[in-house]
């Protein structure tokens, strides 16, 4: 029987995750591992913006910019971010039953 071995992903890498059925983030730097949750549910259009902000952090990495104290995350903006993309997914998932609901009534 084989293992299922994980192996780690390359250094300066943020990966996007399912995490208690909730997205986060997840990379190295420095040594230390940091985890940031998106608080979205895991479907695309939410995975596309996990993504887009996951190479925030990747080029602040690379370009020597990171706040290892993750300030910038816990800031308004980043709040409002979140509050869009869930505003985002709320309308999506109201216009996804409303299309179902006109298609029974056919």
């Known amino acids: 029987m084989r293992a299922n071995i994980q192996r780690k992903a390359p250094k300066e890498t943020v990966s996007v ?5 909730r997205l986060r983030l997840r990379w ?3 040594g230390r591992q940091y985890s940031l949750g998106i608080e979205l ?8 913006a ?5 190479n925030e952090i990747y080029l602040d990495i690379v370009s020597g910019h990171f706040d290892p104290t993750l300030k ?10 979140v509050l869009i993309l869930r505003r ?9 039953r409303l299309c ?3 298609e029974d009534l056919e």
């Open 17 to 21: 995750e399912e995490f208690r059925g």
């Open 28 to 30: 190295r730097y420095g």
């Open 41 to 48: 549910p895991d479907f695309r259009i939410n995975r596309q």
């Open 50 to 54: 996990a993504e887009r902000k996951g």
């Open 72 to 81: 910038q995350f816990s800031s308004s903006y980043f709040r409002q971010f």
């Open 88 to 96: 985002i997914w709320w309308l999506n998932l109201a216009g996804h």
């Open 100 to 102: 179902h609901a006109t």
